[in-house]
């Protein structure tokens, strides 16, 4: 028998036709408009709480000084990039983990630029950084971007690769880490108007303003224009921490001719005596960034800048033993898999580093000369069954890298 309109009432809460607005009809039950909205709020609640979770999942934010303690344990020096990035990224996600309110101040986030010679580390830095807080991280190069609708790839495929490396998980990616490498290779080209677009530096450039802002972007899943019919990917960018970093070759000429601007001559001024001729890096300031060709619009989303010093012969001499991943380490490993203890003469590493020194190769370069001495040795004496101990002594490593090509590069 059905029930009458007066004895229809709420399933939920008994509220009956005339106490509300509005009674939905189901299958043997009803619902009214305000269970329908309070229902509505304990879902939203439930889905912001699984949200802050799956955030947090796997993720502990360490204090700055922690920060900096893993890191020095895989990076040497740099002590003043660290702790520029450490800050950064801690105050970044500190940020994610407050919610808030109507009347509160709303942090922004702080984009990162790194200015450096090639081999100082700076992919080796955020590559840390990103391990150290098991977040989604992925690099890009800069140097195959172009502006939309130009042979190349488009900016929106940095959060292609940002979406593959947390598989597809949009949350887990909406607060990684994206480093884009070689940044200085799409400054503007020239400061004269051209007749012709300049589509692989100033357009990349303005392409990237709204990512690196904060916006939603419609992400193509596999690439770009390779599969026009792929549906769409929406990633908010407002959380995701962007790391810049760039050589930014013949910089140091515009940081110096700043420096010298108020001077005559070619002196600098008394105040001014204490420069570091051989380190202008760490005197860079938005205006060089501005005079090398990125655009002002750009620096301003990008606003903590750090520098990486250059190498000296101390630093590279630890990062070839100190680090937990050290190169002498890992050949170690190598040979301790063939059940044989490798060493080496300490005078081997000061010939290995002065080699790096001469052919300004940074520490990179260390590498290239480890394997131009160490090759014969791993291709021979995995074969030979009664060796247990080999020693790496000066006059071997002499022999074997005078060898080598790598020692016909020409020193600059």
């Given at each position: 028998m059905s029930k009458s309109t007066k004895d229809i009432k709420c399933s939920f809460c008994g509220a009956g036709k005339v106490d509300s607005l509005m009674l939905i009809a189901g299958l043997d039950a009803h619902i009214c408009d305000k269970c329908v909205a309070q229902a509505n709020d304990i879902l939203a609640e439930e889905l912001t709480q699984k949200k802050g979770k799956s955030l947090a999942g796997g993720f502990t934010l360490l204090k700055p000084i922690e920060i900096k303690n893993h890191i020095d344990q895989y990076v040497i020096g740099q002590d003043n990039a660290k702790k520029v990035l450490a800050v950064a990224v801690y105050n970044h996600y500190k940020r994610l983990n407050h919610k808030v309110g109507k009347d509160e101040v709303e942090i922004e986030k702080s984009n990162i630029m790194m200015v450096g010679e090639t081999g100082t580390g700076k992919t080796l830095l955020a590559k840390t950084i990103a391990k150290i807080l098991n977040v989604p991280f992925c690099i890009c190069d800069a140097t195959v971007l172009t502006e939309a609708g130009y042979v190349g790839e488009d900016v929106e495929s940095i959060l292609t690769r940002l979406l593959q490396a947390a598989d597809y998980d949009v949350t887990a990616a909406e607060r990684g880490i994206v480093y884009i490498d070689e940044v200085d290779k799409v400054a503007r080209k020239s400061d004269n108007p051209s007749i012709t677009r300049d589509v692989s530096g100033e357009g990349v450039q303005q392409a990237l303003l709204k990512i690196l802002e904060g916006t939603i972007v419609n992400v193509p899943p596999q690439g770009g224009r390779k599969h026009p019919d792929q549906k769409m990917i929406p990633v908010n960018t407002n959380n995701i921490l962007f790391i810049c970093g760039g050589a930014f070759d013949g910089i140091e000429k515009k940081i110096a001719n700043r420096l010298r601007t108020q001077t005559v001559g070619y002196k600098f001024r008394a105040e001014e005596t204490d420069i570091d001729l051989n380190n202008l890096y760490k005197y860079i300031t938005p205006q060089d960034l501005?005079?090398?060709?990125?655009?002002?619009?750009?620096?301003?989303?990008?606003?903590?800048?750090?520098?990486?010093?250059?190498?000296?012969?101390?630093?590279?001499?630890?990062?070839?033993?100190?680090?937990?991943?050290?190169?002498?380490?890992?050949?170690?490993?190598?040979?301790?898999?063939?059940?044989?203890?490798?060493?080496?003469?300490?005078?081997?590493?000061?010939?290995?580093?002065?080699?790096?020194?001469?052919?300004?190769?940074?520490?990179?370069?260390?590498?290239?000369?480890?394997?131009?001495?160490?090759?014969?040795?791993?291709?021979?004496?995995?074969?030979?069954?009664?060796?247990?101990?080999?020693?790496?002594?000066?006059?071997?490593?002499?022999?074997?890298?005078?060898?080598?090509?790598?020692?016909?590069?020409?020193?600059?």
């Open positions: 501005k005079a090398f060709g990125m655009i002002p619009e750009l620096i301003g989303r990008v606003p903590v800048i750090t520098h990486l010093n250059p190498l000296d012969r101390d630093t590279l001499l630890n990062i070839l033993t100190v680090p937990r991943n050290s190169l002498v380490k890992q050949y170690q490993k190598l040979f301790e898999y063939e059940g044989i203890k490798l060493e080496f003469d300490i005078d081997v590493f000061a010939f290995i580093v002065d080699k790096a020194m001469e052919y300004k190769l940074g520490a990179r370069g260390l590498r290239s000369i480890c394997e131009s001495i160490m090759i014969d040795a791993m291709f021979e004496v995995p074969s030979q069954k009664d060796t247990k101990n080999l020693l790496i002594d000066m006059a071997y490593a002499k022999e074997k890298f005078e060898k080598s090509d790598i020692r016909k590069l020409k020193v600059a």
